[in-house]
């Protein structure tokens, strides 16, 4: 079994809402929470490194780490091969800002797009414009229906019913 399909299964396989549940995650977005601290530090420096070395550099069980590359995954300018992932894979954390600002919205990780390292990266205005432009990527938009006795689109001046319409 690989890495990511053990990380998924002791992650999601249990109760998420037991007593043991809950602590499991409260204990990996903490550390999650410490890794994207530093990583947001020196957002330049390109992290790269087997996994068992990213573990180790981060203070993270091998199996929060998966968790981690799993979750950072979709914001990288490069995926890393997360589903063959093995402890001696070689990844990298070349992160694209605006895409992780964006995927930690989307995840509603407030823990996270809240960091005061955002506040040296992004402006204030550009954070709030990715916010809302996520937010919105969500919403389904149903166009208004046109009416039978409506004006027809196409710019005839008819009813719709009578022109454009009528065919339907």
């Known amino acids: ?24 995650w409260k204990r990996y977005f903490d550390a999650e929470q410490a890794v994207y601290e530093q990583l947001l530090e020196n957002p330049d420096e390109v992290v790269s490194g087997t996994v068992e070395e990213l ?3 981060y203070n993270m069980s091998l199996d ?14 490069t995926p890393n091969p997360i589903e063959e992932m093995e402890e001696d894979t070689f990844v990298t954390l070349d992160f694209d800002l605006e ?10 990780a407030k823990w996270l797009y809240e960091l005061p390292q955002w506040d040296k990266l992004l402006s204030e205005e ?5 916010y809302w432009m996520q937010k919105r990527s969500g919403t389904v938009v149903k166009e208004k229906k046109i009416g039978r006795n409506d004006p027809c689109p196409c ?9 454009c319409g ?3």
């Not at 998924?8 to 037991?18: T, V």
């Not at 590359?69 to 300018?77: A, F, P, V």
Request: with cysteine; glycine share 12%.
């Open 155 to 163: 710019g005839s001046g008819k009813k719709y019913k009578k022109c």
């Open 126 to 130: 550009r954070r709030k414009e990715l």
């Open 55 to 57: 573990a180790k550099k």
């Open 99 to 108: 895409k992780l600002y964006c995927n930690m919205v989307d995840a509603r």
């Open 1 to 24: 079994m690989g890495l990511l399909q053990s990380w998924r299964e002791y992650a999601y396989g249990g109760n998420m809402s037991s007593k043991e549940g809950k602590a499991l």
């Open 64 to 77: 929060y780490m998966v968790g981690f590359l799993d979750g950072i995954n979709d914001s990288l300018k």
């Open 166 to 168: 009528a065919a339907v």
